[in-house]
T-cell receptor, first 114, second 111 residues
Framework: GAGVSQTPSNKVTEKGKYVELRCDPISGHTALYWYRQSLGQGPEFLIYFQGTGAADDSGLPNDRFFAVRPEGSVSTLKIQRTERGDSAVYLC????????????FGNGTRLTVT | KNQVEQSPQSLIILEGKNCTLQCNYTVSPFSNLRWYKQDTGRGPVSLTI?????NTKSNGRYTATLDADTKQSSLHITASQLSDSASYICVVTRNTGKLIFGQGTTLQVKP
């Protein structure tokens, strides 16, 4: 597949549980972004990776949220002690260089916390 | 505060008609502005990207304009088609690489 792949596509979990969301960017893309989108809203920025490092993590809402990209390709967004308010679509996007290049989005992971 | 505001929030037009969507931003320092189309249940797809020095850019029936002095952008859709029904999102990039998204305009094209 040539696009950005996100797994799982849907995740239902109970309040208080831990979840991991995975993003496989387009091969060779150095920039990777995580967003979350609530119904009827535009995406809300969470974190931006340039290579292996988090260049900007100012969008992470609190310390329950953490993301890694250890080898500069696949990224995992980790949410601890999930709350019902965490329910949203979590979108991942990648771009070749992180500035002018077009962003390529995955189709998102729909997280539902019950 | 760095913000991106879009108007109208929603819009209904007849097939074949033209429409213009607006985006005002207060993001600084500015790097570039992008317009995205997002179909229901899908990730956003890029339509145009414009830097500070570009005033207009076209992509088929989509034409985006940018006035960096007034910090306004518009997306004009010509001869609308049913498949244009989607959310259109304006995204402004700061020079740190952080992207700030507008709430989007939901466009519905009716036959």
């Amino acid at each position: 597949g040539a696009g950005v792949s996100q797994t799982p596509s849907n995740k239902v979990t109970e309040k208080g549980k831990y979840v991991e969301l995975r993003c496989d960017p387009i091969s060779g893309h150095t920039a990777l972004y995580w967003y979350r989108q609530s119904l009827g809203q535009g995406p809300e920025f969470l974190i931006y990776f340039q290579g292996t490092g988090a260049a900007d993590d100012s969008g992470l809402p609190n310390d329950r949220f953490f993301a890694v990209r250890p080898e500069g390709s696949v990224s995992t967004l980790k949410i601890q002690r999930t709350e019902r308010g965490d329910s949203a679509v979590y979108l991942c996007a990648s771009s070749l260089s992180g500035d002018l290049g077009p962003l390529h989005f995955g189709n998102g992971t729909r997280l539902t916390v019950t | 505060k760095n913000q991106v505001e879009q108007s109208p929030q929603s819009l209904i037009i007849l097939e074949g008609k033209n429409c213009t969507l607006q985006c005002n931003y207060t993001v600084s320092p500015f790097s570039n502005l992008r317009w995205y189309k997002q179909d229901t249940g899908r990730g956003p797809v890029s339509l145009t990207i414009m830097t500070f020095s570009e005033n207009t850019k076209s992509n088929g029936r989509y034409t985006a304009t940018l006035d960096a002095d007034t910090k306004q952008s518009s997306l004009h859709i010509t001869a609308s088609q049913l498949s244009d029904s989607a959310s259109y999102i304006c995204v402004v990039t700061r020079n740190t690489g952080k992207l700030i998204f507008g709430q989007g305009t939901t466009l519905q094209v009716k036959p």
